[in-house]
């Protein structure tokens, strides 16, 4: 059985899609099958792993029509493509932000993606790259998933939002999903050089300690980690022996322990 991970925050530009694209790597380079599922309609961990969204006929929008048109989907009308490092993606392209309407229509609507993951429960992990926001396909990740995992940027607004990700959590936990864990919070885009977010740092882990776990993983500001998604490859492939690859490599590693 593949276990299923969302990386979710409902605020842009906290490194989602990054972490999503890195993370996978890392479970691939320790040997794992991993899919990753691009569940944000602007599409940018398709572009990242080198495809264009624009050009693509079979996405995951087409695969959650077809689940709510109660036609099965298969591994093979799937369309999974692989990336040129070789990290296999269900892609998606604008089309997706349809599926907002078209599922909170459907009854059940919440459980399409779930439905779409059991045909490809062969793999080892199945990361999910959600849109910024709390609607139908944030709770479709949740509910299809064994964990969430919230990277958060060390700024003290951020923090705020965290309360309200948790209470849908919480909810999705209750009603539709029990055995969906909160894997942890883990940081992004630190800057340690200034003092703000050295301050940040503390204030997280008192303010989550005992509530949610965080992670001693922090993924510091860089700009490889800016330049790797123009050249359609993860940090790992593009920039192997940065800081920022062996920082999510490290934070894998944490995944994996957790778990034990
Ligand atoms: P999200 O998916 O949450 O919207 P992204 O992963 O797309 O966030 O990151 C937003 C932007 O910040 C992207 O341009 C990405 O390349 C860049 N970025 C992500 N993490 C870092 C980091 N640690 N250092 C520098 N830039 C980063
Ligand atoms: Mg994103």
Redesign the pocket.
């Known amino acids: 059985m593949a276990k299923i991970i969302a990386v979710a925050?409902q605020k842009?530009?906290?490194?989602?899609?990054?972490?999503t694209l890195s993370l996978g790597a890392a479970f691939k380079e320790l040997g794992n099958r991993v899919l990753l599922v691009d569940l944000d309609p602007q599409g940018?961990l398709t572009l990242a792993m080198g495809s264009d969204p624009e050009t693509l006929e079979h996405t995951v929008y087409t695969a959650l029509r077809d689940v709510a048109e109660h036609e099965e989907v298969t591994r093979d009308n799937l369309h999974i493509i692989r990336s040129k490092e070789g990290i296999d993606l269900i892609p998606t392209n604008i089309e997706l932000s349809q599926a907002d309407i078209d599922l909170v229509r459907e009854p059940l609507g919440i459980f399409a993606l779930r439905d779409i993951l059991q045909a490809v429960s062969d793999y080892d992990y199945i990361f999910i790259?959600c849109p910024?926001s709390l609607g139908i396909l944030t709770t479709n990740a949740l509910a299809a998933a064994n964990q969430v995992i919230i990277?958060l940027q060390a700024d003290y607004l951020a923090l705020k939002g965290v309360n309200l990700l948790l209470r849908t959590i919480t909810k999705i936990q209750r009603r539709a999903n029990r055995n969906l864990k909160i894997g942890g919070v883990f940081l992004?885009?630190a800057d340690t050089r200034t003092l703000h977010t050295k301050e940040m740092i503390e204030t997280t882990h008192s303010a989550l300690d005992g509530k949610i776990p965080v992670f001693q993983t922090m993924?510091?500001?860089?700009?490889y980690?800016?330049e790797a998604?123009v050249s359609g490859q993860s940090i790992l492939a593009y920039a192997s022996d940065t800081n920022?690859a062996a920082s999510y490599r490290q934070l894998a590693q944490e995944m994996i322990e957790a778990a034990e």
């Open positions: 925050n842009g530009g906290v490194g989602k899609t990054t972490s940018s790259d910024p990277p992004t885009m993924i510091k500001m860089s700009v980690l800016k998604p920022s």
